[in-house]
């Protein structure tokens, strides 16, 4: 089965600089798709990032970029110039490309520094 | 263009009741998606509908059930509710079964006593 690990229940960052997020996964499959979730108080699940395994490129949206190891099932986050608003929990996701099911890791939450 | 919408935001109900769960998809889209969320854990699959028929289940009991409208609307139900039941209850809409990307609902805060 597949599985989303997160090792780091907590994180901060002083506003401006750049914090890296962890996530490793588990999967016998070589076709899916990857992706990062930002759940603020509001609640609001939203989609930050994803990334396709077939595509060696990492993905980047903004300031917001990702590091996929696929050998080392790996899919770090990299927030750059840390605002305010990126305060928020974290999930990394994964989905196997024929299935719509996406599976969560236990999030990190990320807390920025004035 | 309407984002995934849920509703009721918050319901209180008490141990042994039935609770109904609403959601409403992204303009455009025909597949939902329920997820469980306890407090501080990440989100866990309930069930997906699709040409309204259940197309997949997580492990869930049969105390949560669900079901899909013409229009793509979805309930989810969870009959004689147990404390543990108490969660953030998440939709999320997408396009056919095998679009990669979900787009998620507020949810709807369930507390039961």
């Known amino acids: 089965a597949q599985t989303v690990t997160q090792s780091q229940p907590e994180m901060s960052v002083q506003e401006a600089e750049t914090v890296t997020l962890s996530c490793t996964y588990d999967t016998s499959e070589s076709d899916y798709y990857l992706f990062w979730y930002k759940q603020p108080p509001s609640r609001q699940m939203i989609l930050v990032i994803r990334q396709e395994a077939y595509k060696q490129q990492n993905a980047t949206e903004n300031r917001f970029s990702v590091n996929f190891q696929k050998a080392a099932k790996s899919f770090s986050l990299k927030i750059s110039d840390s605002q305010l608003g990126d305060a928020a929990m974290y999930f990394c996701a994964y989905r196997r490309t024929s299935y719509d099911k996406v599976i969560f890791g236990p999030g990190t939450s990320l807390s920025v520094i004035p | ?113």
């Open chain 2, 1 to 113: 263009d309407a984002g995934v919408t849920q509703s009721p935001t918050h319901l209180i109900k008490t141990r042994g009741q039935q609770v109904t769960l609403r959601c409403s998809p992204k303009s455009g889209h025909d597949t939902v998606s329920w997820y469980q969320q306890a407090l501080g854990q990440g989100p866990q699959f309930i069930f997906q509908y699709y040409e309204e028929e259940e197309r997949q289940r997580g492990n869930f009991p049969d105390r949560f059930s669900g079901h899909q409208f013409p229009n793509y609307s979805s309930e989810l139900n969870v009959n004689a509710l147990l404390l543990g039941d108490s969660a953030l209850y998440l939709c999320a809409s997408s396009l056919g079964v095998t679009t990669d990307t979900q787009y998620f609902g507020p949810g709807t805060r369930l507390t039961v006593l």
